[in-house]
């Protein structure tokens, strides 16, 4: 049984205040996590509770740490750790409200994962065994090499350029050679006279003009690697086009000029068309412009995989309504933005069971937890986003996955085949 939870307050990747949660079992068996956080945020993520005021930049989190030490403690003590929906569903209850405000998805999140860790501790199993049982495979990993957006200060407006490795047999193959890629992309971007300073994410953020120059940076870093784009590495996006997309004239300001939905539609088309190893484009359009959005689906779903982040923020009632209205093939998640391990698994249920992929992803500002290494590979979830093969807390995901493929072996390996895999039942 749960004894008790406890919080503190540690710090992020970029600095700021995060929750960590250690779930102390009757038996002494603890199981602790860490709560990333994101920058380019959807409008209905689940609320991340900050103290506001003039500590820490008004973003401590000691409210949050004390729901947790206090109210959530009370709570769950004596209730069952191997009863992960119950536990969830206590938490759900006493917040009380539909986003997770009173207690923060920061509170609630950092406990939730505790618990399986917990869990997982006291059956002396490893976590991706404890949540997933048997039959698991490695996912196809998306790295984001090129910063820009949100999370690097440059003058490139999509905010993730990434590279993934559709030819590979095993998983530390294809990881080895997306490093050789990342490392050649270094002497592209060095020997194009721009700096090689890294954003967020740990990839690149070159201050390029375009975002075509830093696709084409990518196209030449593989070629000169070695590699085939297309056949073995190849390009993926994300747009996060909330960020530039202009709520007054319901146009996208991007790079200087404004498009018209169409025309920005009409630039995707030319990068497809140019670039044919881009197999994945995600938030192409604002999370308000649902109707282009739905759109693009129709004109390229077939093409590539097309995901929604900030339109559905891991919510299963919105996935529901972005599977009813076409929207998308693929889904981001996150767990933060949903804010509970069941919830979360409850998305990904929902959109596999509709036929859309489902890529499991960190946030640009993260911990040194390794629990979406092991959820991905539980959940089969075909696919994981964390980061460039640089900077600990991206890394520490990956070398996670070369000790479970270890584990597993590499029959445990898999490969989500492009674009096959993007299919309707
Ligand atoms: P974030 O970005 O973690 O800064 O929100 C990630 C994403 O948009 O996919
Ligand atoms: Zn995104």
């Not at 090689?196 to 975002?211: H, I, M, R, V, W």
């Not at 972005?322 to 919830?343: C, D, F, P, Y």
Request: net charge negative; glycine share 8%; proline share 4%.
């Amino acid at each position: 049984f749960i004894d008790s939870v406890k919080a503190r307050e540690i710090f992020d990747s970029r600095g700021n205040p995060t929750v960590e949660a250690d779930v102390i079992l009757s038996d002494g068996t603890r199981g602790r996590a860490e709560v990333p956080s994101g920058a380019s945020t959807g409008e209905k993520e689940a609320v991340e509770l900050r103290d506001g005021g003039s500590r820490l930049q008004g973003k401590g989190v000691l409210k949050a740490v004390n729901n947790v030490n206090t109210s959530i403690n009370a709570a769950l003590h004596d209730s069952d750790p191997f009863n992960q929906a119950h536990v969830d569903q206590l938490m759900i209850q006493l917040d009380g409200t539909p986003n997770k405000a009173k207690l923060g998805a920061n509170a609630i999140l950092g406990v939730s994962m505790a618990t399986a860790r917990a869990a997982a501790n006291a059956l002396h199993q490893p976590l991706y065994r404890y949540l997933g049982g048997t039959d698991l495979e490695l996912p196809q990993t998306f790295h984001n090499v090129i910063n820009g957006g949100e999370h690097a200060d440059n003058g490139i407006d999509i905010q993730e350029f990434m590279i993934t490795p559709v030819e590979r047999t095993s998983f530390r193959d294809g990881f080895e050679k997306i490093t050789n890629t990342y490392h050649t992309l270094k002497k592209v971007i060095e020997a194009a006279g721009f700096t090689t300073g890294l954003g967020d994410e740990g990839g690149f953020a070159p201050n390029l003009k375009s975002s075509e120059a830093a696709l084409q940076m990518l196209h030449d870093a593989i070629v000169q690697a070695g590699y085939t784009p297309g056949k073995e590495i190849a390009i993926a996006f994300d747009a996060a086009a909330s960020y530039f997309y202009n709520r007054d004239t319901k146009n996208y300001d991007f790079e200087g000029q404004t498009y018209t939905p169409d025309e920005l539609g009409a630039y995707y088309h030319k990068l497809l068309d140019k670039f044919p190893e881009i197999i994945s484009i995600e938030d192409p359009y604002g999370e308000e412009d649902w109707a282009n959005f739905v759109k693009f689906t129709k004109a390229y779903g077939q093409r590539i995989q097309i995901v929604a982040d900030d339109p559905v923020c891991t919510n299963p009632k919105l996935i529901r309504e972005a599977i009813e209205q076409g929207m998308a093939n693929s889904i981001l998640i996150k767990l933060n933005q949903i804010g509970t391990v069941t919830e979360t698994l409850e998305a990904i249920r929902l959109a596999r069971k509709n036929g859309y992929t489902t890529m499991i992803s960190h946030r640009s500002g993260e911990t040194g937890d390794t629990f979406i290494a092991d959820f991905t590979v539980a959940t089969n979830a075909a696919e994981l986003k964390s980061g460039a093969p640089a900077r600990s807390e991206r890394v520490e995901k990956y070398n996670q996955l070369l000790r479970i493929e270890e584990e597993l072996g590499t029959d445990g390996t898999r490969l989500a085949h492009f674009p096959d895999n993007v299919k309707f039942d």
